[in-house]
């Protein structure tokens, strides 16, 4: 079963403007990743953010983590074409081994 | 290879015949996780690897589902008596090991292979 959803389910926008995704899940969690998928380069980690921690940024990316709501958000700024893809979040569960359960996936189109 | 590889990248079968997908994991990378991705939908996972160990295989779907990993490297799903249900792809991801040592300690990133689009008709 899926852990987390993805809100909005797409996204449509301008080349240039921001994109925002937001992720809720169910269980604790050790830390919350965000995932890229394309047809031309697969699944791809995009960034970690730990459970004690409450924002981090890469590059264009920023994520930001709320374990009282269980909820996170991703943030692409300045989008372009080539960032047109699904996302999705992905937790790792406390305890045991580095079990990743993914959410439904946010697919988002930048219009160029 | 640099990457996790899959084969075959499509495989299209007839309902009620056995596939085999195989995965080549990153040399070197003890953990190996099998997902299956429906349409319009996250991965799910399947099974866990370390080494040639199955250590968790809760997520297969069936006992038509099998994957094994003898000599901890390549590793093969294998469905059984396909149903049209089964169609999705497999995506295979390896690590440098999942086992968590210290509590909330560091995460070793996962790398996915291409997948394998089954159809089955």
């Known amino acids: 079963s899926q852990q987390g959803e993805e809100d909005p389910q797409a996204l449509s926008i301008q080349e240039g403007e921001n994109a925002t995704m937001n992720c809720s899940y169910k269980t604790s969690i050790n830390n919350l990743q965000w995932y890229r998928q394309n047809s031309g380069r697969g699944l791809v980690h995009l960034i970690l953010?730990?459970?004690?921690?409450r924002e981090k940024h890469s590059g264009r990316l920023r994520v930001t983590l709320d374990t009282s709501k269980k909820s996170s958000s991703l943030l692409i700024t300045a989008s372009r074409a080539a960032d047109t893809a699904s996302y999705f979040c992905?937790?790792?569960?406390?305890?045991?081994?580095?079990?990743?359960?993914f959410g439904i996936g946010t697919k988002l189109q930048v219009i160029p | 290879g640099a990457g996790v590889s899959q084969s075959p990248r499509y495989k299209v079968a007839k309902r009620g015949q056995d596939v085999a997908l195989r995965c080549d994991p990153i040399s070197g990378h003890v953990s190996l996780f099998w997902y299956q991705q429906a349409l319009g939908q996250g991965p799910e996972f399947l099974t866990y690897f370390q080494n040639e160990a199955q250590l968790d295989k809760s997520g297969l779907p069936s006992d038509r589902f099998f994957a094994e990993r003898p000599e901890g490297s390549v590793s093969t799903l294998k469905i059984q008596r396909t149903q049209q249900e089964d169609s999705a792809v497999y995506l295979c991801a390896s690590s440098l090991s999942a086992i968590i040592t210290v509590r909330g300690g560091s995460y070793n990133e996962q790398f996915f292979g291409p997948g394998t689009r089954l159809t089955v008709l």
């Open positions: 992905a937790t790792w569960n406390s305890g045991g081994y580095q079990k990743v359960t």
């Open positions: 953010i730990r459970s004690n921690e």
